[in-house]
T-cell receptor, first 113, second 110 residues
Framework: DADVTQTPRNRITKTGKRIMLECSQTKGHDRMYWYRQDPGLGLQLIYYSFDVKDINKGEISDGYSVSRQAQAKFSLSLESAIPNQTALYFC????????????FGPGTRLLVL | TQLLEQSPQFLSIQEGENLTVYCNSSSVFSSLQWYRQEPGEGPVLLVTVVTGGEVKKLKRLTFQFGDARKDSSLHITAAQPGDTGLYLCAGGPSNYQLIWGAGTKLIIKP
């Protein structure tokens, strides 16, 4: 079984709809991250969390919110989706120890019409 | 703002050729990681370098961290179609966040 799972893998939604992307991990890591990836722009950090009570904004948090329901679960919400949020979204985890190696889920491909 | 620039952005070569991709910055990083991403999947770590001048080898892949810890290179010897993918470098300015390059898209033609 995969260590980091994301649901759904693909999602098509309409402008103005609220959607939630979910991430679960079995690695036992405290740190979790949400990124978006657009062609030619690499990975952009949306939010990150160091434990259940800790939530931090990344470089592109506007239009997004997150919830850390448990150590193993970190969800990303788009309150009112817009077309420029069409992208590939990745969840990642990392141990609090060592050089911050990040372990990624398989991604969610989101299309906002 | 710390940035990592990767070059080239895109590279297409024939099987058996050698290649080098670069990751450069004007900032110093405490560590630098290389990841490979295949279509439909998340990035997967290849290597982490932490010491200036460090060289690590992973089969046909050779990674080098610059002496000043501002740049890194990835050299692939005798490239194979299985090397095809997006190669991402990521620098560790701190113990909680990575700075990501935009990636080099590599295609190895049989």
């Amino acid at each position: 079984d995969a260590d980091v799972t994301q649901t759904p893998r693909n999602r098509i939604t309409k402008t103005g709809k609220r959607i939630m992307l979910e991430c679960s991990q079995t690695k036992g890591h405290d740190r979790m991250y949400w990124y978006r990836q657009d062609p030619g722009l690499g990975l952009q950090l949306i939010y990150y969390s160091f434990d259940v009570k800790d939530i931090n904004k990344g470089e592109i948090s506007d239009g997004y919110s997150v919830s850390r329901q448990a150590q193993a679960k970190f969800s990303l919400s788009l309150e009112s989706a817009i077309p420029n949020q069409t992208a590939l979204y990745f969840c990642a985890t990392a141990s609090q120890f060592g050089p911050q190696t990040q372990y990624f889920g398989p991604g969610t491909r989101l299309l906002v019409l | 703002t710390q940035l990592l620039e990767q070059s080239p952005q895109f590279l297409s070569i024939q099987e058996g050729e050698n290649l080098t991709v670069y990751c450069n910055s004007s900032s110093v990083f405490s560590s630098l990681q290389w990841y490979r991403q295949e279509p439909g999947e998340g990035p997967v770590l290849l290597v982490t370098v932490v010491t200036g001048g460090e060289v690590k080898k992973l089969k046909r892949l050779t990674f080098q961290f610059g002496d000043a810890r501002k740049d890194s290179s990835l050299h692939i010897t005798a490239a194979q179609p299985g090397d095809t993918g997006l190669y991402l470098c990521a620098g560790g300015p701190s113990n909680y966040q990575l700075i990501w390059g935009a990636g080099t898209k590599l295609i190895i033609k049989p």
